[in-house]
């Protein structure tokens, strides 16, 4: 507990954040400490901005259900967790708005989330079921009939299936698919050179105006057709803010689904019985996958918050104008909420883990992502059944802006 404000503080004296990893499956260690003897820390990020840790579960629900904070990224005491993340965030923002509607708050983020709700909502999410098992069917047969062993999974099979399936509903045209890929494969990285995240922005950003320009010629099936029609030209929706809202519905949709299956392969090809258990029982994969996204919370530093007034958590004032980052992962390895927190048990009740946030924002992408993640694993063991590692453990890469894999090269 402390009594200075954050204002108050010297920011020299503050831990650095984002702390290091040491094993890539858990989060840094330091969150053990910080839920047991400091829920509330304030730390120091790389431009020396202060802002307040929140690191318990009921706490960081507390904070993601709160009314007085914001999400709004444009506010100066956001906080930015690595510098090119500040230059994106900065191009992005446009007449005075945020660049995403993930970062409006209120009435307007409502009205703009309701434009897609229901594309994402369980029913529809459900009937694609046949097409999401085709395209997983047609990666696994493309990388059967590889003439070369190893393969990398990411790049054969994690990264084109959600990318394929965002696509696929936004109406993005296949032989553009490719463009798309490679515009968006930049991987988000605490050390991405900001100059190549501001070029990777320009790209995409040709893309998805080339896409509207098309589909306001001439509408199609898809959802962009229908924002063209529905909310652009009646005036609900500017151009630039459906571009926007396309750049973030291309990139929430694969790079955070990707990750998650190439952890969840990696961690079944090294955990054997677990493997054993799910490939003799599928219907099991539905609660392995939960209990996968509770134990990675791989969109770790995504719920960023500013206090718009005063309120309380833990004991601690946080002040009108302080930068807050509600620390999912930190919340999900908590063993006042979850026994056992460090250890996978796809038995666990329940699916009150906050890998996909909590709150108004909370992740529409969800069933989506849980429809991808259980058909692809389930899939990939049945077929793929001698499926296994082809390089070092230690030389894997792996992600840390969104927990993930570089590449994980297999054999069969
Ligand atoms: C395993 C995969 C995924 C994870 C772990 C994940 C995680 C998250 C988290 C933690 C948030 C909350 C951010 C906040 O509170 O500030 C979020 C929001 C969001 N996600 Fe996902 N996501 C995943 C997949 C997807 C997919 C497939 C889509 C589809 C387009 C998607 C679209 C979105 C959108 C649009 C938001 C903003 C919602 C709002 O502000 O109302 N996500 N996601």
């Known amino acids: 507990m402390t009594a200075q404000t954050l204002a108050e503080m010297d920011a020299a004296t503050l831990p650095q954040f984002p702390m290091r990893r040491r094993c890539p499956f858990s989060p840094p260690p330091e969150y053990d400490a910080f839920r047991a003897e400091q829920p509330v820390a304030p730390v120091r990020l790389w431009n020396g901005q202060k802002v307040w840790l929140v690191s318990r579960y009921d706490d960081v629900r507390q904070v993601l259900a709160e009314k007085r904070v914001s999400n709004n990224s444009t506010h100066p005491n956001y906080p930015i967790t690595y510098e090119a993340r500040g230059t994106v ?55 059967l009939d590889s003439p070369e062993k190893p393969v990398d999974l990411v790049r054969a099979f994690a990264l084109p299936l959600p990318t394929r399936i965002i696509s696929g509903m936004l109406g ?60 652009v030209r009646p005036g609900h929706l500017t151009r630039s803010q459906l571009l926007r809202m396309i750049r973030m519905l291309l990139i929430a949709g694969h790079e955070t689904t990707a990750n998650m299956i190439s952890l969840i392969t990696l961690y079944l090809l090294e955990n054997d ?24 919370t791989i969109a770790h530093l995504a719920t960023c918050r500013v206090a718009i007034e005063d309120f309380e958590v833990a004991g601690t004032t946080i002040k009108a104008g302080d930068g807050i980052i509600a620390l999912i992962s930190s919340a999900d390895r908590d063993g006042a909420h979850f026994s056992a927190p460090d250890e996978v048990n796809i038995d666990r009740p329940g699916r009150d883990h906050l890998a996909f946030g909590y709150g108004v924002h909370q992740c529409l992408g969800q069933p989506l992502a849980r429809l991808e993640l259980r ?10 059944p001698t499926l296994r590692l082809a390089a070092s453990r230690d030389s894997l890469q792996f992600k840390d802006y969104f927990n993930g894999l570089q590449s994980l090269p297999v054999t069969w």
Do not use: C
């Open 89 to 143: 965030k900065g191009m992005l923002a446009s007449d005075g708005e945020p660049p995403y509607f993930l970062h409006y708050d209120g009435d307007k983020h409502f009205e703009h989330r309701r434009m897609v709700a229901r594309d994402f909502a369980i029913r529809p999410i459900k009937d694609m079921e046949p097409l999401v098992q085709a395209h997983i069917d047609e990666l696994i047969d493309s990388m």
């Open 172 to 231: 993005v045209p296949y032989e553009d698919m490719k463009r798309l890929q490679e515009a968006t494969d930049n991987s988000s990285s605490f050390n991405q050179d900001p100059e190549e995240a501001r070029a990777a922005v320009i790209e995409l950003g040709q893309l998805i105006d080339d896409l509207v320009t098309a589909k306001e010629k001439s509408p199609g099936q898809d959802i962009i057709s229908r924002l063209v029609v529905e909310q």
């Open 273 to 296: 019985d677990l493997r054993a258990r799910l490939t003799e029982d599928p219907s099991q994969m539905t609660q392995a996958v939960e209990e996968m996204l509770r134990y990675f």
């Open 375 to 384: 058909l692809a694993v389930s899939t990939l063991l049945r077929r793929v």
